[in-house]
Nanobody, 126 residues
Framework: QVQLVESGGGLVQPGGSLRLSCAAS????????MGWYRQAPGKQRELVAV???????KYAESVKGRFAISRDIAKNTVDLQMDSLKPEDTAVYYC????????????????????WGQGTLVTVSS
């Protein structure tokens, strides 16, 4: 129904930058939130950044001032610009689309679903 395709992960040295991109496709009427989560080895998945339908961003404290999330509502895409990367940013990053409505009927009925990408690995190491 809804597919999320991520790109942009890789290996970067501490202090470097990476940009992650995610595109949602499928039979989509609207998406409430789009964002990024990450999961490091041995840890739970955590929120990195999310942006709502009004383009209001929310960031984890650990990435504030270093990461910037942006969204194109019309194209159903979300990007994450990551600067000043640290080794502790190493993780698999997952794109998320929250409260996806597939058509107007679903929207009126408040019937929504969440979708996840397959994940992209970000490694910060010298």
């Amino acid at each position: 129904q809804v597919q999320l395709v991520e790109s942009g992960g890789g290996l970067v040295q501490p202090g470097g930058s990476l940009r992650l991109s995610c595109a949602a496709s499928g039979n989509i009427f609207s998406i409430n939130t789009m964002g990024w989560y990450r999961q490091a080895p041995g840890k739970q998945r955590e929120l990195v950044a999310v942006v709502d339908f009004n383009s209001r961003p929310k960031y984890a404290e650990s990435v504030k001032g270093r990461f910037a999330i942006s969204r194109d509502i019309a194209k159903n895409t979300v990007d994450l610009q990551m600067d000043s990367l640290k080794p502790e940013d190493t993780a698999v990053y997952y794109c998320n689309a929250g409260r996806v409505f597939l058509d107007y009927s679903d929207y009126e009925s408040h019937r929504s679903l969440d979708a996840w990408g397959q994940g992209t690995l970000v490694t910060v190491s010298s």
